[in-house]
Every structure is written in C-alpha cells, then in structure tokens.
C-alpha cells in the first residue's frame, strides 16, 4: 500500500510525532475499512491535480478512514510533485501538515484523531504547496468574491492559508509572497496567477479595529484590500486562537494577547464573529 515507502518513512515524511506513529501503525495494520478507504482513494483522485474544479466527493465523513486514504496516496503525491520538479523542501513542509493537524486534534480532544481531514483533502489532490510561513492554493475565483478590474469568475487565484507554525512575523510573509510569485510562474504557468485572496476570520473588521498595525497579525491583515463578500463563522476565531469551539469555556481562557482578548470580546458582546474576504496583488 505505501510504494516504496515503510512506516518509519512515511511517518517522517509526513512529520507525525512519536505519540501519534502507534496509532497510525494500528490503523495501517485494519483490514475492515478498505472498501471505505478505497472509495476515499477514489474520491481524491479524481480530483487529484484539477486545482478543485473537480470537487473531493466525501463516500465517507470517517476521519481515520481519510487519514488512512492519505497514508495510501502519499507515494503518488511525492510522485507527482517530482514530476513537476517541485523541490523536495516544498513538498516535505507541504506534506508536514498531517502531522501537524494529528498533534492538534489529540490537544483539541485527548486522543488520537483528525477532526480537520477535510482541510488535508487539498494535500493530497495537490491543489496547495508550503511556500516558506505560508500556505497556496491554486483555485478558480468564485463569483461572490468578483473584484471590477481585479479579480473575474473563473480567474486563477491563489488563497492564502496560515498554518499554525510560530509567528507571523511581516518579514516571514514577505518572503512567502515573493516565493509564490515565482514558484506558481515557474511550476504551473498555464495556471497564471496575479492575485492572492484571503477568506478568514482574522479579517472581520472587529479584529482590525482592535489590532495594532505594527502587531504580526495586525500587519498582516492590513496587506488586503476587503471584498464585499462574508459569511457566518461564530466559533471559528475562538478555535483558531483557542482550539476550543465551547462557548462556555470563555471565562478560563487566557487573555494575554490583544488578539486573545479581542475574540473573546465579541463573543462575550453575543456578536458572531464574520468570515469575511480580502486580496492582494502579487
């Protein structure tokens, strides 16, 4: 099932921690999920390398039945990528988010899971690439987020993701930005790209009114230009800065930071947090 890879290796590849690699052994060694997990195979390929104009069908919301899907396609990610002469570097830190979201899930819960499989069905369609502090997806623009002279239906956009990897440092992200111009024109050209939109809680205007512009994520914010475009998220802020979505915790979570404090302002206000969208122009 792994190709060329063993355990060991595809555990390192996919930089999951040592209190997780049991777990995944246990779940490599099932046999009662294959027609499950064949179907999610099935599902991932035929999207694999549509950049999402072929959506992920989901036979199956079972997340270790994804998380063992991943485990199956990882040799024909790698594969892919290096035929695309992606640079190994690109492909690990890109790869690295399983890991990552293993760890989150077993803080969020206790245990070993992936409550976030859905966000890791971008991985492994190739459709978004690690490119230093930030994360690319490659997509079309959708209508609702139309900018007149900036961004049509249909355009070649990349939206920007955060993955949660120490701090956002303004130098960090100029770095990340001036990679991905470069590496989608190299990489994928038939694909031209100019613009990078954002589609984030961090973008309400409640946080930018309570962020200094000299704060990471308060610089960062104010990189884009806001699209008339938002859409409900009540708990998203209190997850992403928390990794909590219970309402009645609020009163022993920490406020140390002008961002912990201004999530849990809003949601002491009753006030739903907006998930609103922004772009810039590479």
Known sequence: MLGAYDEDALFDLLAIDEVDRADCSRLLQRADDAEQVALAVAALRRSFG?????????????????????FTLTPRVVAWSRRHDIPERVIRDTLADVGRHLAISRRVTGEFGLQTWRWLTY????????????????????????????????????????????????????????????????????????????????????????????????????????????????????????????????????????????VLERLELGETWQVAWGYLTL
């Open 123 to 262: 991985h492994f369609t190739v459709r978004i690439f690690a490119l230093g502090r930030l994360q690319f997806a490659l997509e079309r623009a959708k209508p609702a987020v139309e900018v007149e002279g900036v961004i049509a239906a249909g355009d070649w956009v990349l939206a920007v993701h955060i993955p949660e990897s120490g701090p956002l440092l303004p130098a960090l992200v100029d770095e990340s930005l001036v990679a991905a111009k470069k590496f989608f024109a190299e990489h994928f050209p038939q694909h031209p790209v100019s613009v990078v939109t954002c589609d984030s809680w961090i973008l309400d205007p409640f946080l930018l009114d309570r962020l200094s512009p000299e704060s990471n994520v308060g610089s960062f914010v104010r990189r884009f230009t806001p699209i008339d475009h938002s859409s409900d998220g009540h708990t998203d802020a209190l997850y992403f800065v928390f990794r909590t979505r219970d309402l009645t915790r609020l009163d022993e979570l920490p406020r140390n930071t002008s961002l912990q404090r201004a």
């Open 50 to 70: 549509s950049f999402n104009q072929i959506p992920v069908d989901e036979p199956t919301q079972e997340p270790l039945v994804w998380l063992k899907a991943f």
